[in-house]
C-alpha cells in the first residue's frame, strides 16, 4: 500500500504517517526532514527532488506525509492507493502546533530534518491561523478529490481521523 498524506500545519500528518506506516510495514518519509536544511533553511530543489524519487523507487509500500508540490508531486499522487487530506480547524491545529512544540522544544523531532529543533514564532502562527489555509489552496486540494475519487479522503476533525484509523 502506498500513501499519500498532506493537508494544514499542525494537523497530524507526521503522526498518521507514523501509524500507518507502523500498521502496514510501510517505509515512511516524512517530507519535512527532506525540505529543510539545519536550522529550517530550504534544501535546494534539485536535491529533495532526487531524495524522494530515491525513496519512491527503492520501496514497494510507502507513507509520504507533506504538501511540497514541486518535489515529485504528480508521481507521489499518481503512484499512490490512497491520499489521505487532514483538512482540522485552524484553532485545532494552532492548538496541536503549540503543544507540540511545548512537549518538543528545543529537540529535533524524527519527522524534522536534521539539526532542525522544534520552534514556534508569530510567522508559523499567522502561516497556520491564515496563510496556509487560503482558499485557493482548498480549492486545490478538493479538486485532487474529483482527480482521484477512489483513492482520495479528506478528514476534517478527530473524530473522522479516529474512525479512518479503525478502517486500517
Same mark, same amino acid.
Given at each position: 500500500m502506498k500513501t499519500?498524506?498532506?493537508?494544514t500545519s499542525g494537523s497530524g500528518k507526521s503522526t498518521l504517517a507514523k501509524k500507518i506506516g507502523q500498521r502496514e510495514g510501510a =517505509?515512511?518519509?516524512h517530507m519535512d526532514a527532506v525540505h529543510f536544511l539545519p536550522g +529550517? %533553511?530550504?534544501?535546494?530543489?534539485?536535491?529533495?527532488?532526487a531524495?524522494?524519487? =530515491? /525513496?519512491?523507487?527503492?520501496h514497494? =509500500? &510507502?507513507v509520504i506525509d507533506g504538501n511540497y508540490t514541486k518535489t515529485c508531486y504528480t508521481r507521489r499522487l499518481e503512484e499512490a492507493d490512497r491520499i489521505v487530506v487532514? +483538512? /482540522?480547524g485552524r484553532w485545532t491545529c494552532l492548538w496541536r502546533a503549540v503543544h507540540r512544540w511545548w512537549q518538543n522544544? #528545543?529537540? %529535533?523531532r524524527d519527522s524534522s530534518a536534521p #539539526?532542525?529543533?522544534?520552534?514556534?514564532?508569530?510567522? /508559523?502562527? +499567522? &502561516?497556520?491561523?491564515?496563510?496556509?489555509r487560503r482558499p485557493a489552496k482548498l480549492a486545490r486540494i478538493e479538486a485532487l478529490g474529483q482527480q482521484y475519487p477512489g483513492k482520495f479522503t479528506m478528514l476534517r476533525n478527530q473524530r473522522e481521523l479516529d474512525a479512518f484509523i479503525r478502517t486500517l
Open positions: 499519500v498524506i498532506m493537508g =517505509a515512511v518519509l +529550517w %533553511v530550504e534544501r535546494p530543489q534539485v536535491n529533495e527532488t531524495l524522494v524519487e =530515491a /525513496f519512491l523507487d527503492e514497494d =509500500a &510507502w487532514l +483538512w /482540522f522544544r #528545543g529537540v %529535533v #539539526g532542525c529543533k522544534e520552534k514556534i514564532d508569530l510567522e /508559523f502562527i +499567522w &502561516w497556520i491561523l491564515y496563510d496556509g
